[in-house]
């Protein structure tokens, strides 16, 4: 006998249109300019991120709700009052219907809702998607003890979640104070030179986007640390590090593969006398320094001459290999957690799909 036949202990489970069991509300339009950056009641509108706030509510506590647009069939759920702007459906039990079993209940649902999206230039769900879907109605106790048993996964999830960001944050803390500690080299100590008297930096070439691929040989980057495409040719070798000029200007790259360089992208050439992976972490350590360089506009840029005047202090190569071989185990360890975090996340929530669907697979009686 499963865990589901010991819970129902012989009782019958109904299936019934989920608009025969609930009644589906729209929420009410609110306007923008009547909205706060910090206030007492989230506004929920096409996206279960909060609009802005608000300083009423009309959906209670401890509700769930379903995105009509934008973010189509999406489905949310709330400890605290909030307001449901008009692209949010919410639900009026009559009774029998537990909300936490309802938005479980909606989560395992989730890819048949979404195959009723409309795709339009704003995706839509109807309400009648919604009314016709159906749902298992077991007694309450069992409602009660599945979504016991749900919280609990999720209520792990959230725990392992919380630990590992920690663990992540501590270790970049430590990698961060060995760097500045291992780079703060008295003034008589090392030679200090303009980073333009020992590097020569260099601009990438601009490439079109139509000639770009989703996958290929070698990474473009452009105005980010994340890849605008692949090509097939690279323009800079594998080791080297790099700023974004434009877009998230003063952001620091590196990059152990060839790649290629697109033209909001500065990268660096040595005449032999410093490690590219020690001005990695230099750069790294500088980079406040740097992004307070960065012209503020539309679009926000760095101009080369701003790392041209960069000081760095230039040790002797066995010196700059010490200090990378260090610094580069600090950060491997929180890359390892970095790496880790959404592996572990991901295997807790399969953990939870698996034991909801387990446990809302009633029979179906036709």
């Known amino acids: 006998m499963s865990y589901l036949d010991k819970l129902l202990a012989g009782r019958p489970v109904t299936w019934k249109p989920l608009g025969e069991v609930a009644e589906i509300k729209r929420g009410k339009r609110v306007v923008r300019k009547d909205l706060m950056a910090k206030g007492s009641y989230a506004v929920f509108q096409n996206s279960l991120t909060p609009l802005g706030f608000f300083d009423k509510w009309n959906v209670s506590q401890n509700s769930c709700f379903v995105v009509a647009a934008g973010a189509a069939g999406e489905i949310g759920y709330s400890r605290e009052n909030f307001w449901a702007a008009d692209d949010i459906y919410y639900f009026g039990s009559s009774g029998n219907l537990i909300d936490k079993y309802l938005y479980h209940f909606l989560l395992s649902s989730k890819f048949k809702i979404t195959s009723k999206v409309r795709k339009a230039s704003i995706p839509r769900l109807s309400r009648s998607v919604l009314e016709r879907l159906e749902i298992p109605i077991p007694p309450?106790?069992?409602?009660?003890?599945?979504v016991r048993v749900l919280d609990r996964f999720t209520e792990l999830e959230a725990e392992l979640e919380a630990e590992l960001e920690a663990e992540l944050e501590a270790r970049q803390k430590q990698y961060a104070y060995y760097r500045d500690l291992l780079l703060s080299f008295p003034d008589d100590a090392v030679t200090y030179l303009p980073l333009g008297d020992v590097v020569d930096i260099r601009r990438g070439k601009r490439v079109v986007r139509k000639d770009l691929a989703e996958e290929g040989s070698y990474a473009v980057f452009q105005n980010s640390l994340t890849p605008l495409g692949y090509f097939d040719k690279w323009n800079v070798p594998k080791d080297s590090c790099f700023v974004v000029a434009a877009g998230a200007a003063g952001e620091i790259g590196y990059s152990r593969e060839n790649f290629w360089a697109a033209d909001d992208i500065y990268y660096f050439e040595s005449s032999g006398n410093l490690i590219d992976r020690y001005l990695y972490h230099f750069l790294l350590s500088s980079k406040h320094m740097i992004t307070s360089k960065v012209r503020k506009a539309s679009i926000p840029r760095l101009s080369r001459i701003a790392l041209e005047r960069?000081?760095?202090?230039?040790?002797?190569?066995?010196?700059?290999?010490?200090?990378?071989?260090?610094?580069?185990r600090f950060e491997t360890l929180a890359h390892s957690i970095s790496e880790g975090l959404p592996r572990e996340l991901e295997l807790r929530r399969k953990q939870y799909s698996y034991y909801r669907d387990l446990l809302l697979d009633f029979p179906h009686q036709d």
């Open 140 to 146: 309450r106790d069992v409602q009660e003890e599945i």
């Open 310 to 328: 960069l000081p760095i202090p230039i040790p002797p190569l066995e010196e700059q290999e010490r200090i990378v071989g260090i610094l580069d």
